[in-house]
């Protein structure tokens, strides 16, 4: 036999042998592909036909199933335990906690936090305020707060569990978090040496 009909022949032979190859794994891929979609449909198939439950119509049924049903708290303590992510949080961990450690019913009022969760919450304001001893909160242009409850609530009262001469405040309402400054002067003294 020449070289060239020998490469032919060897060139034949590879062709045929690729062309039973594909057919060999293009039958077998198809193959798992149908047996996939069967499982597929099996399974949705299943899951609509067996009938929902009535519980809607049955006080007692409905009841029932609530009970048995874990609360959302209890579904997001697992989700955390198992070790999820939840990439939708804006809060970093500490401010969560800290958050999760106030009851639902006050978590519009304002409460101490620590310095370090100062400012930690993206989104909220950072407000330096002063209370003289004469028992006047100031902000940072000398001008009088009224409203010292709705804007700090009880945490003139907290000095000293932090730090001796200042108190941080969360106000998840108005979403600032408040450094209030001990001064020893007089809030008179300070509006006096303003004039």
Known sequence: ??????????????????????QIVKTRYERLAEEEIASIKEFYKSKHAAPAPQAEND??????????KPSVTEYAKLLQR?????????QEPAAEAAQAAVPDTERELPYVISPDDFGDLSGYDKISLTYFTDGVLADENNEEIDDVEDIVGDALEHFGEYDDNAVYVRNDAKQCDYEILKDLRRFSDVLEDMD
């Open 1 to 22: 036999m020449s070289k060239t009909s020998s490469l032919v022949a060897f060139m034949l032979g590879m062709a045929v042998g690729s062309a039973a190859t594909w």
């Open 59 to 68: 006080p007692k049924k409905t009841a029932e199933l609530a009970r048995e």
């Open 82 to 90: 198992q070790g999820y992510t939840n990439y939708s949080n804006t």
